[in-house]
């Protein structure tokens, strides 16, 4: 009998393509399976998520701890929506830089959503934010943004705070309205072509809504709203938010009319008078399609406004409280200023001759971690990202605080120390994982600026005054506690400004 013919009868036949594919499927899902392994997190709660194991008072320092124990790229469930955690300098570049279309799109919280409905420059995604950014970027350049310009700008309000600083006539006072005031008028005058005096209660009340909209916004009950909004419409910290951004809103719109009516398009005074003068190209173009409109015209002044004010003056606030906790930093600081300008103006070109002064500023923005989570992301498509699959349309958090402290890039993450960004002589270096500013696509479009007026305005402070805690306050005892709100912002604390002979 020929048993060669039963191999290849119908059956067995069958029988064989049937286990190859079985064993095709088997394969191809665990590759499949393998290519979707999404990243660990602790296990969440039905609908709560890992809100029981969040300290939203202090969410940054939650999610560090997370990093230690479920690596660089974790999951976290803020009530029922999944985020993914980037921590250390190395996965938050490679993300931010290295990935920067996957990882590139603005998440914008619930709160800010529902009033800026994807206008303006930072919470929006698509053509609106890719036309406003360059806009943005262009105009910020052209009106002086790291030139001549700027600095002048910059130096003529140096000269205002000093005199409200020599007011108090070395008398202990909070700093937070003063430098808040210096720094908005700094953004002012390139976004309208002029400055705001000290005691116009416009300004006055735009800073202050401003300033606390910031605060509130990283607030536990908002943080609450952003997670579940039918079930938290109803809390104060929103209405307050919605309350203060309408009546900045009106403000602004009534200054936009201002310019309008006196718009001369020989003399470009700032940032709106070039937008209005594109507006009406794009409106005698009949472009219906145009980014040129009010809305996105005013949330970018509005945004401006707000970030050109908040991050920059808190810097300033905390490099001025360091510079009294440490004293002797303080005078090392004075000593170089002293040496290298002595009392003439200082100017931005000074800075080359300053390291230590540089050091100082810089290690002040590091230790100060004044955007913790940094402003959230969202991907843009399906991404793998170092062995992790992550979905289109996920909210990204780049941790700033593990990368401004990561104890594998700083020798000493958690002391104030200028040496990290001083060589063995004393000359400044820069570094790699320095980047309060973020990094990619979404990087803080007035770097430039701010840099700018982080210098000046401390170096100018420090040339001509000693500060010091107020009376019967030790150096020891000032807490370097933040307060806690979107931004990290010194605790209310007053110090003295002596004039220096």
Known sequence: MDYSLGLFSPTSLLGTIALILLLYIIINSLTAEELRKEPPGPRPWPLLGNLMQLDLKRLFVTLHEMSRKYGNIFTVYFGPNKVVVLAGFKTVKEALVGFAEEFGDRATPKVLHDFIQNHGIIFCNGETWKEMRRFALTTLRDFGMGKRLAEDKIVEECHYLIQEFEKHKGKPFDTTRLVNYATSNIISSIVYGSRFEYDDPRFKNMVARAN???????????????????????????????????????????????????LNPERCRGFVDRFLMQKRKEEDKQNLKTQYHEKNLIFSVASL?????????????????????????????????????GSRQICVEDRKNLPYTDAVIHETQRVANIIPLSVPHKTSRDVTFQGYFIKKDTVVIPLLTSVLYDENEWESPHAFNPSHFLDKDGKFIKREAFLPFSAGR???????LAKMELFLIFSNLLQHFRFSPAPGVREEDLLLTPYVGFTLTPSPHELCATIRS
């Open 442 to 448: 979404r990087m803080c479009l007035g770097e430039g």
């Open 305 to 341: 406004f707000a970030a050109g004010t908040d991050t920059t003056a808190a810097t300033i606030r905390w490099g001025l409280l360091f510079m009294v906790k440490y004293p002797d930093i303080q005078s090392q600081v004075q000593r170089e200023l002293d040496r290298e300008v």
């Open 212 to 262: 606390e909209n910031i605060q509130l916004s990283g607030s536990a009950s908002v943080q609450l709203y952003n997670m579940f909004p039918r079930l938290f419409y109803w809390i104060n910290n929103r209405k307050k938010i919605w309350r203060n951004a309408s009546e900045n809103v009106n403000d602004i719109q009534n200054l936009i009319t201002g310019l309008k009516e006196t």
